[in-house]
């Protein structure tokens, strides 16, 4: 592979965001490093902290600086001073849900993997997740979050939920192509018996199906999904639904990983794609060291897969099986013997910078390597 030059814009936002994007960035750092590349980062504001500052969620500039880059790598959005005011007019959530709309980025591809060496961490019973290996594609322009809103005159709420034809079948045929290079199998997410959008989305998936004759659909209602993605995890392997279904049942499958802070994506449109943890800012453990930084790092591989550099997207992977399989974990999954947000960053982005000597200790590069990189 050539040596590349590449605009990625930070959008590290609220509570742990800055955080965690401190650690991707400073393991895309050491890929650069390693590889000869040359990764040019501009930060920019979204969320709360846009609000602060210039009172718009995803001011102008930001927008136009994801639009001038290669790849956007985004942290996490919200404040509980928002969440616990539900008069606000103007929200962190808004600069998110208009980013993903401005940028059409309407899949969000969702990997879920149970790693082997954190099997014993997870409340599930290994048996149930060992092997799980399925990727969820969300909706995510569409649908109930971006269907007309308000109260009438009456006091009542209303979240209207739509999708197009259109909408559906550009998803779906990311989803298709997904299938056919894996396992063979989509699995179809939805309400078809009480909800018009939903079947939709069926008609639409049993019109397409013929276009991928080796890939076998099978179609599932959310409920039951929900309880068979925890008690038969295996079974899956791409997942397609709609946004709102997508969100939360991608949030259930991150138990199977372990943790919240496992589960990367990739949202991916006409233009330039944004790569994200699936988890939120998380503001309790906000400035505390405890955030667990591998959904971001693992969302720069992503990032790094995009910009077609697959050996690098391949090595951040492999440094990160490194950390787990030696135990440098945050807290979450690691109570008695935790580590911090930023050692086990500067553990993944050691052992990437010099992972053909794996002489040295794990415990001491986790702790001392923090205070060189
Ligand atoms: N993409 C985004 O920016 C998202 C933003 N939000 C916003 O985030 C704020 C907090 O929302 P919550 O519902 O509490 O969701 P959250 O995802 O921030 O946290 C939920 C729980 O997941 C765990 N968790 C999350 N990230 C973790 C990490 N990196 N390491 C270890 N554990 C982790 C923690 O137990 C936490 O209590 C809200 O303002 C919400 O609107 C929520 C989801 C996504
Ligand atoms: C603002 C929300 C839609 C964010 C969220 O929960 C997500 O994208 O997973
Ligand atoms: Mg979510």
């Not at 997508?246 to 991150?254: F, H, K, P």
């Not at 135990?327 to 982005?349: C, D, F, H, K």
Request: with cysteine.
């Amino acid at each position: 592979m050539d040596l590349v030059t590449k605009k990625i814009a930070l959008l590290p936002g609220d509570g742990i965001g800055p955080e965690v994007c401190r650690q991707a960035v400073k393991v895309l750092d050491a890929i650069a490093e390693r590889f000869g590349h040359r990764f040019e980062f501009t930060s920019h504001l979204v969320g709360a902290c846009a609000i602060d500052a210039t009172g718009n969620p995803l001011p102008d500039e930001t927008l136009a600086a994801c639009r001038a880059s290669d790849a956007v790598l985004f942290g996490a959005i919200g404040d509980p001073k928002y969440d616990n005011d539900p008069s606000a007019k103007v929200r962190p959530e808004q600069g998110l849900l208009r980013m993903r709309k401005e940028l059409g980025l309407f899949a969000n591809i969702r990997p879920v993997t149970a790693y082997q060496a954190l099997l014993k961490h997870s409340p599930l019973k290994s048996d149930r997740i060992e092997g799980t290996d399925m990727v969820i594609f969300r909706e995510l322009t569409g649908g109930i979050y971006f269907g007309e809103k308000g109260r009438t005159a009456d006091g009542v709420a209303y979240d209207n939920c739509t999708y197009s034809r259109p909408e559906i079948e550009r998803i779906a045929h990311l989803a298709f192509q997904s299938a056919a290079g894996r396992r063979q199998h989509l699995t179809l997410v939805d309400k078809a018996n009480v909800l018009e959008t939903s079947r939709l989305w069926r008609e639409v998936v049993r019109e397409i199906a013929p276009q991928y004759p080796g890939v076998t659909v099978d179609y599932l209602f959310v409920d039951n999904a929900a309880m068979q993605i925890i008690t038969n995890p295996k079974q899956f392997d791409v997942v397609l639904t709609e946004n709102m279904f997508g969100d939360i049942i991608s949030d259930e499958a991150s138990v199977i990983a372990g943790s919240m802070g496992l589960l990367p994506s990739a949202s991916v449109g006409a233009a330039v794609a944004v790569f994200e943890p699936i988890h939120g800012s998380y503001p309790q453990a906000k400035g505390k060291g405890i955030a667990n930084p591998l959904a971001a790092i693992l969302s720069a591989a992503m990032l790094l897969d995009h910009l077609g550099l697959t050996a690098e997207a391949e090595l951040v992977r492999e440094a990160v099986d490194e950390a787990l399989t030696n135990n440098i974990l945050t807290p979450e999954l690691n109570p008695t013997a935790p580590y911090t947000t930023e050692q086990v960053g500067s553990y993944v982005a050691f052992w990437i910078a010099d992972s053909n000597e794996q002489q040295w200790n794990a415990h001491n590069i986790a702790v001392g390597v923090s205070t060189i990189i």
